[in-house]
C-alpha cells in the first residue's frame, strides 16, 4: 500500500481507537503493535518490548515525575487561596479587579502545579463565588477561570515544554525561556480583556469597592514570597549552572515539599502519602504515553509513513506560513478532542522534518504548539477546563462558560499572530541568556 494511504488509514483508525473512550497509552500501544503485525509479522513485533524500554532509557524523562511532584505538593495546600487573597488586594484599584487577580492567581499557580485542571479547581472553588457575589456575570467568572488555568503550561517549569523537547530534542532549558514572555502576555491580555469587559458592562462595580492601605498590601507579601522563591530556586539552579533541567526539577520538587511542610503544616503521613500517590500515578500515566508514542512514531518510521508526509508536503509548494496556517488548523482539530501531551508526542516525529525544511526555528515553534494546545484545554467537545469548571459551578450552564472563554481564545490567537508577526518576542530571551539559535527566516 502506498505510504500516504497507510498514514490515512492508520490516522483514522488511531483516532477511532482514541475516541472511543481506551486510555491514550494502550490505544497508541494497540494501534502500533497490531499495524506492524498485520504488516510485517511477528518478527517486527518482537522488538516491541526494547523500543519502549530504549524510548524510556533516557535521563531527561526523570524530570517528569519531579515537576509532577511539584505540582501535587502545592495542590494540596492553601497555596491556591493565599495567592488568590494577595492578588485581590494589588489589584483592586484597576477596573474588574476580582478577575483580573483571578488571572494572575491562575497564571502563577499553574506555573508550580503545570497542571490546567488543578488551577481551575483550586483558584476557581474561591475565585467564582467570590466574584458572583461581588456582581460579575457567570460568563465572566467562569470563562476567565477556565483561560487562566490553560497559562500554566505555557509559563516555565512547564511540563508540556519538557515532553515537547524530548520529543523533538530541542534544549529544554532554551524553551522554558522562550515561554516566558509569551505566557506573560496572554496573562496581560486576558487581564486587559478582562478590565475592558467590566469597565463596560459594570461588572462588579456597585460591591467592589474595597479599599486597602499600604499595610494591608504588605500584609501579604510574605504569603507570596514562597512561591516566587521556588520558581527563583527552580530558575537560578538552571541558568546559573548548577544543575541541568532534569535535575532542576528535583530542586524545584525538593523546594516545593519544604514549601508545604513547613508553611502549609502539611506534614501529617496521611497528607504526605496522597501527595506521593498523586504524583505516582500521574507520572506513570505520562510515561505509559512517552513509551507508547515511541512505539508509534518508531511504527510510522518504519513503515515510511512520516518520511513520505514530509515529501508530499514539501512538493506542495506551499507558502511557509499557509503552511504554517494549515498545521496549527490540524493540531486545533486534534486539541478538541485529545490531551495536549498525546498530541506532542504523536505529531512532533511527523512534523519537525517539515517545520526544518521550511525554515522554522523549533524553540519558536515550541511556543506555538504550546499555545495551541492550550485552545485546545477550552475548546469543546473535549475542553477539560469547562467540565472542570463546569463541576465546580454546577448552577452555571456550560454554554455560558463556552462563551466567557470565547474571547480568552481569541486573546491566544492574537498571541499567536503576534508571534508570528514578531518571533522575536520568544526567541529574545533564550538568545540573550543562553546565545544566539537559528533565527526564523
Not at 511542610?261 to 505516582?280: E, G, M, N, S
Not at 517545520?355 to 469543546?380: C, H, K, Q, R, Y
Request: hydrophobic share 55%.
Amino acid at each position: 500500500m502506498d505510504p500516504l494511504a497507510l498514514g490515512a488509514l492508520i490516522g483514522g483508525v488511531t483516532l477511532v481507537v482514541l475516541f472511543s473512550g481506551v486510555p491514550v497509552a494502550f490505544g497508541l500501544g494497540l494501534v502500533s503493535i497490531g499495524v506492524l503485525w498485520i504488516a510485517k509479522g511477528w518478527l517486527a513485533v518482537a522488538f516491541i518490548s526494547e523500543k519502549l524500554f530504549n524510548g524510556l532509557d533516557d535521563f531527561t524523562l526523570i524530570s517528569i515525575p519531579m515537576f509532577v511532584l511539584m505540582g501535587a505538593a502545592v495542590a494540596s495546600s492553601r497555596a491556591g487561596g493565599d495567592l488568590y487573597e494577595a492578588l485581590a488586594r494589588w489589584f483592586h484599584r484597576l477596573p474588574g479587579s476580582l478577575v483580573a487577580a483571578n488571572i494572575g492567581a491562575c497564571a502563577l499557580f499553574a506555573a508550580l502545579t503545570g497542571s490546567s485542571p488543578a488551577t481551575c479547581a483550586a483558584i476557581g472553588k474561591m475565585g467564582i463565588p467570590e466574584m458572583q457575589k461581588r456582581g460579575y456575570r457567570d460568563d465572566l467568572a467562569t470563562g476567565a477561570i477556565a483561560a487562566g488555568g490553560t497559562l500554566g503550561i505555557l509559563i516555565p517549569p512547564s511540563l508540556t515544554m519538557i515532553l515537547y523537547g524530548i520529543a523533538s530534542e530541542t534544549s529544554i532549558g532554551r524553551l522554558f525561556l522562550a515561554g516566558a514572555v509569551p505566557g506573560l502576555m496572554l496573562t496581560a491580555l486576558f487581564i486587559a480583556w478582562a478590565s475592558f469587559l467590566c469597565w463596560r458592562r459594570g461588572d462588579g462595580r456597585a460591591v467592589d469597592k474595597v479599599a486597602y492601605r499600604l499595610r494591608d498590601h504588605l500584609e501579604m507579601v510574605p504569603r507570596v514570597v514562597p512561591f516566587f522563591a521556588v520558581v527563583a530556586g527552580v530558575v537560578y539552579s538552571m541558568y546559573g549552572g548548577y544543575a541541568t533541567p532534569s535535575e532542576a526539577a528535583s530542586v524545584g520538587a525538593l523546594l516545593c515539599l519544604v514549601l508545604v511542610v513547613a508553611i502549609y503544616r502539611t506534614w501529617r503521613p496521611r497528607a504526605l502519602w496522597r501527595i506521593f500517590a498523586d504524583t505516582t500515578r500521574e507520572s506513570v500515566m505520562i510515561l505509559m504515553i512517552i513509551g507508547t508514542s515511541i512505539l508509534f512514531g518508531y511504527m510510522m518510521s518504519d513503515l515510511r509513513v512520516t518520511q513520505s508526509i514530509a515529501e508530499w508536503i514539501a512538493r506542495l509548494g506551499l507558502n511557509r506560513w499557509i503552511l504554517m496556517l494549515w498545521i496549527n488548523l490540524f493540531l486545533l482539530v486534534l486539541g478538541c478532542f485529545l490531551p495536549p501531551a498525546a498530541i506532542i508526542l504523536m505529531t512532533t516525529p511527523i512534523l519537525m522534518p517539515i517545520l526544518t525544511s521550511s525554515g522554522f526555528d523549533a524553540v519558536w515553534f515550541g511556543v506555538i504548539l504550546t499555545i495551541n494546545m492550550e485552545l485546545g484545554l477550552i475548546t469543546p467537545p473535549v475542553g477539560l477546563n469547562l467540565y472542570v469548571i463546569n463541576g465546580i459551578a454546577p448552577t452555571v450552564r456550560l454554554g455560558v462558560i463556552l462563551k466567557g472563554a470565547l474571547p480568552f481564545m481569541v486573546c491566544m490567537v492574537i498571541g499567536m499572530v503576534l508571534l508570528c508577526l514578531f518571533p522575536g518576542i520568544a526567541t529574545w530571551l533564550p538568545d540573550a541568556v543562553m546565545g544566539p539559535a537559528l533565527e526564523i527566516g
